[in-house]
């Protein structure tokens, strides 16, 4: 059963560069068909797709981040980073890594929660001077 753990700071300073990382155990995160995704929930509001990395290192990211956001992937470690710069108080949330279920011939719907198969426990980030 594959597990995803995140890890990073709890706090970050406004403009400043987060930096998180999900560590996978019991999968290859190059196995076939599967891709790897950050999503937060800011307090009060829903989980929000931020972006994704596929088995190829493909990546894919959200309209409202596409600028800010930057996933990649450590093959040797078995992890993936999420980097989000310029962070401002809203980006306070609880960040999650989560694993798509395998596409097999069709398209994931990486923005729906239900694409998921996967989660790590999350991570509070708050983003304060």
């Known amino acids: 059963q594959v597990q995803l753990q995140e890890s990073g700071p709890g706090l970050v300073k406004p403009s400043q560069t987060l930096s998180l990382t999900c560590t996978v155990s019991g999968g290859s995160i190059t196995a076939n068909n599967y891709a790897w995704s950050w999503l937060r929930q800011p307090p009060g509001k829903g989980r929000e797709w931020m972006g994704t990395i596929d088995y190829s290192g493909v990546t894919y990211y959200g309209p409202s981040l596409r600028s800010r956001a930057s996933i990649s992937m450590d093959t040797s470690k078995n992890q993936f980073t999420l980097q989000l710069s310029s962070v401002t108080p809203e980006d306070t949330a609880v960040y999650f890594c989560?694993?798509?279920?395998?596409?097999?011939?069709?398209?994931?719907?990486?923005?729906?929660?239900?694409?998921?198969?996967?989660w790590g426990q999350g991570t509070q980030v708050t983003v304060s001077s």
């Open positions: 989560a694993r798509a279920r395998p596409r097999y011939g069709r398209s994931w719907r990486l923005d729906q929660i239900n694409e998921y198969d996967s």
